[in-house]
């Protein structure tokens, strides 16, 4: 091979032309890495507020909404469940709701909750993570023959009152979660936002 027919400006048009050829190639690569750091469509909505219309329920009622990829639990509480709650201190493991993390300011109050007639509580028990049964009715049940009505969780056997507070003696260690939410309306709750008319 001689030296004499080195052709330099073709040699810088090909390193120019491969310089070229892969930056584009770069950012074909790049474009997608990058876009996947960004949350899906389904993750956006997962995440998003979710509403619910209660105006159809009906005091002993409970509706199961989705927020966050979890149930969300709207139940109406009638009068006499309401009278039944200050009965309940004494057999209750955290009365007062001692663990501030469990629910907002607002929901701070024997009923924990913003309305005293709905309870909006995540489903998931705080023992294990199952999701609780809902039984409203003061009535004898098998778990429990004095049942004042509220939620039973069937893996365990923690219970719950109509505030999602748990009992003594059960396994869940802390009361059913109040997550953010608000009303949008006299009848439509909007969970995951906390400030009234959001």
Not at 79 to 95: F, G, I, R
């Amino acid at each position: 091979m001689s030296q004499d027919g080195v052709n330099h400006g073709r040699r810088t048009l090909l390193v120019g032309a491969t310089a070229a050829v892969g930056a584009v190639g770069a950012g074909f690569v790049a474009v997608p890495f990058v876009k996947s750091w960004t949350p899906s469509e389904k993750a956006k909505a997962a995440g998003a507020p979710a509403k619910v219309d209660i105006s159809k329920l009906e005091p002993g009622a409970m509706l199961t909404a989705e927020w966050r990829g979890k149930p969300v639990y709207v139940a109406r509480r009638s009068d006499d469940a309401l009278q039944t709650l200050s009965t309940l201190s004494d057999q209750l493991k955290d009365p007062s709701n001692a663990n501030k993390a469990q629910q907002p300011d607002y929901a701070d109050n024997e009923g924990r909750s913003r309305r005293p007639e709905v309870i909006v509580l995540l489903g998931v028990c705080t023992h294990l993570g199952c999701a609780p049964k809902y039984f409203a009715e003061v009535k004898p049940e098998p778990f429990d023959p004095e049942w004042k009505g509220g939620w039973f969780c069937p893996c365990h056997g923690s219970k719950f009152d109509l505030a999602g507070r748990v009992f003594a003696g059960s396994p869940a260690s802390d009361n059913l979660e109040v997550p953010p939410h608000s009303y949008e309306s006299d009848n439509v709750v909007v969970i995951g936002i906390d400030e009234e008319n959001a």
